[in-house]
């Protein structure tokens, strides 16, 4: 168990380290005001309309760096600071938001990929650990037995958390280039803005790509741990 928690450990130093960052360009980036005057709500407003999104409402939602798509009431949820602000943080928050819609319109692909292992990983993320756990306390270490079942069904589950985990890297890289792409063509920033809007979801999406590392290196250490004792 202590490389276990060096592991863990050493990935939440990461994660910690790439989302201060995160937070140091947000602030930074929030000092960047559109010459445009757009809120982050309207924004998300026009990016909605120049792609025929009529169905999908814009909200503000409380809290920092909450902003997200729900596709299930077809909400784009923005904190009150990228709702209301107008830089080039809000800008490039909303409108990565109104790429997720986007995705959701035409039926992205990995998004919808995502979108069916919700369910699954809801449940399953919590208890795979624990599963794992219990089964080699009841011998599934030696490849034998109910705990070797039990634990197995733990990593099966731990599995598909982590491919939820990296099917989530592509759809926030696309989301990030469709807004990226729209801000430029439809001249809503200027080439300093869009560097800054540019430079934000970059670190943003660090944060994705952390947590799925983050995954797979919990698998694997677990998966040895299970499979390591068979003969």
Same mark, same amino acid.
């Not at 809000?90 to 069916?116: D, P």
């Not at 985990?165 to 280039?177: C, K, R």
């Given at each position: 168990?202590?490389?276990?928690?060096?592991?863990?450990? $050493?990935?939440?130093?990461? =994660?910690?380290?790439?989302?201060?960052?995160?937070? &140091?360009?947000?602030?930074?980036? =929030?000092?960047?005001?559109?010459?445009?005057?757009?809120?982050?709500?309207?924004? $998300?407003?026009?990016?909605?309309?120049?792609? @025929?999104?009529?169905?999908? !409402? +814009?909200? =503000?939602?409380?809290?920092?760096?909450?902003?997200?798509?729900?596709?299930?009431?077809?909400?784009?949820?923005? =904190?009150?600071?990228?709702?209301?602000? &107008?830089?080039? !943080? !809000?800008?490039?928050?909303?409108?990565?938001?109104?790429?997720?819609?986007?995705?959701?319109?035409?039926?992205?692909?990995?998004?919808?990929? &995502?979108?069916?292992?919700?369910?699954?990983?809801?449940?399953?993320?919590?208890?795979?650990?624990?599963?794992?756990?219990?089964?080699?306390?009841?011998?599934? $270490? $030696?490849?034998?037995?109910? @705990?070797?079942?039990?634990?197995?069904?733990?990593?099966?589950?731990?599995?598909?958390?982590?491919?939820?985990?990296?099917?989530?890297?592509? +759809?926030?890289?696309?989301?990030?280039?469709?807004?990226?792409?729209?801000?430029?063509?439809?001249?809503? +920033?200027?080439?300093?803005?869009?560097?800054?809007?540019?430079?934000?979801?970059?670190?943003?999406?660090?944060?994705?790509?952390?947590? !799925?590392?983050?995954?797979?290196?919990?698998?694997?250490?677990?998966?040895?741990?299970?499979?390591?004792? &068979?003969?």
């Amino acid at each position: 168990m202590i490389g276990y928690y060096i592991l863990i450990g $050493a990935i939440a130093l990461v =994660s910690w380290a790439v989302s201060s960052q995160l937070k &140091r360009k947000f602030k930074k980036y =929030s000092q960047v005001h559109l010459e445009n005057g757009m809120s982050g709500k309207e924004i $998300a407003e026009k990016m909605l309309l120049d792609n @025929g999104i009529t169905d999908v !409402a +814009v909200i =503000s939602t409380p809290g920092q760096l909450t902003d997200h798509y729900n596709p299930k009431n077809k909400t784009v949820n923005l =904190s009150e600071s990228v709702y209301n602000q &107008r830089n080039a !943080a !809000a800008a490039a928050v909303a409108a990565h938001e109104c790429g997720h819609a986007v995705q959701h319109a035409q039926a992205y692909e990995w998004l919808t990929m &995502r979108s069916k292992l919700v369910p699954v990983v809801s449940v399953s993320s919590g208890m795979s650990q624990w599963l794992i756990i219990g089964g080699l306390v009841l011998g599934g $270490a $030696a490849g034998v037995g109910l @705990g070797w079942y039990v634990a197995v069904a733990g990593v099966i589950m731990m599995g598909l958390a982590t491919v939820f985990s990296f099917i989530t890297l592509p +759809v926030e890289y696309d989301a990030s280039n469709r807004a990226l792409a729209w801000l430029e063509n439809k001249h809503m +920033v200027t080439r300093d803005e869009h560097a800054a809007a540019e430079d934000a979801l970059k670190w943003a999406a660090r944060t994705y790509l952390v947590a !799925a590392i983050g995954a797979l290196a919990s698998l694997a250490y677990w998966a040895i741990q299970v499979f390591g004792g &068979r003969d």
